[in-house]
């Protein structure tokens, strides 16, 4: 995997000056995850992407759960190629992009993409090339597998934030300490940036009461520092969404749950990226990612 690495930062640096223009373009790359599924994870995803383009970002959604993608599910797409077909040089990266009604570019993921870490050095360049092509995008948006499956953490250690989603259930708020003691003490060469999402909620409060609980047992037991970005209420709208398969900020822009996004994606915004290096410098921590 070292030599994999040293060689791929070879091909980053002897890429043609307008790549590594792309490359270096201020992408925001955006991990959304979660202890446990059924959290709501994937609309959260969906629908921030929509807010980012509805701000006038550039936005691309990477469907990143290799066992249970639904991503396209949601968007009303049904995905012809996905990331796979890049990696077996099959397809550019390009052609596998979905333009979808909502504002958004979508790609879908694959179970073989594990199958990066064992790339040669030719299948890696071409790769790292295709992936290149993503830096004119201003965010990305991953939406990662539920748990702690080792793709999960190379897509959390390769991104830039890393959003949690938990909700009010016991369970749920169990398993959110639990992925984020794992991506604390398993991710040990790169500080990652976390933040707190909680959904479902019926009140501010609550979102409040939760969000402290986990961070005060964070910050005791892992010394970890862990930031509360938001929350989301419990709304019929997101039911009836799922149901109609379009997103709620799409069905209705003035409900509860689209004001929510609405305002986290607004305090992201506000925030600066530390050591934002783009979409090669997301490959390179990707096929860097060492469990301690």
């Known amino acids: 995997m070292e030599e994999q690495l040293n060689e791929l930062k070879q091909i980053m640096q002897s890429s043609s000056p307008k790549t590594r223009t792309q490359g270096d373009h201020k ?24 807010a980012y383009a509805q701000l006038g970002k550039k936005v ?17 797409v049904v995905p012809k190629y996905n990331l796979l077909q890049v990696i077996n040089k099959q397809k550019t990266m390009q052609e596998i992009i979905l333009d979808t009604e909502f504002g958004i570019k979508f790609i879908a993921g694959a179970n073989g993409f594990s199958k990066i870490a064992n790339l040669s050095v030719a299948e890696l360049e071409y ?22 499956a080792n793709n999960v ?22 398993d959110a300490y639990g992925i984020i003691k794992i991506i604390t003490t398993e991710i040990v060469d790169r500080e990652i940036n976390i933040q707190l999402l909680v ?7 609550e979102g409040k009461r939760i969000s402290d609980r986990i961070i005060n047992i964070v910050g005791q037991f892992l010394n970890y520092k862990v930031n509360y970005i938001g929350f989301i209420y419990e709304d019929p709208v997101i039911q009836a969404s799922v149901i109609r398969q379009k997103p709620f900020i799409v069905i209705n822009p003035t409900s509860k749950p689209a004001v929510c996004v609405k305002h986290i994606v607004g305090r992201i915004e506000k925030t600066d990226v530390a050591n934002n290096e783009g979409v090669s410098s997301f490959l390179k921590k990707f096929l860097g990612f060492k469990k301690a």
């Open 27 to 50: 992408t925001r790359i955006i991990a959304i995850t979660s202890g446990k599924g059924g959290v709501g994870k994937t609309n959260i995803a969906v629908n921030m992407a929509i």
């Open 60 to 76: 691309i959604l990477i469907d990143g759960d290799l066992g249970m993608a639904n991503v396209n599910v949601l968007l009303n």
């Open 127 to 148: 790769f790292a090339n295709q992936f290149s092509s993503l830096g004119n995008a201003d965010i990305i948006i991953i939406d990662t597998g539920a748990g702690i």
């Open 153 to 174: 953490l190379q897509f959390v250690a390769a991104a830039d934030e890393v959003y949690v989603v938990t909700t009010p259930e016991p369970t749920a708020i169990t």
């Open 199 to 205: 959904n479902r909620v019926h009140s501010a409060d």
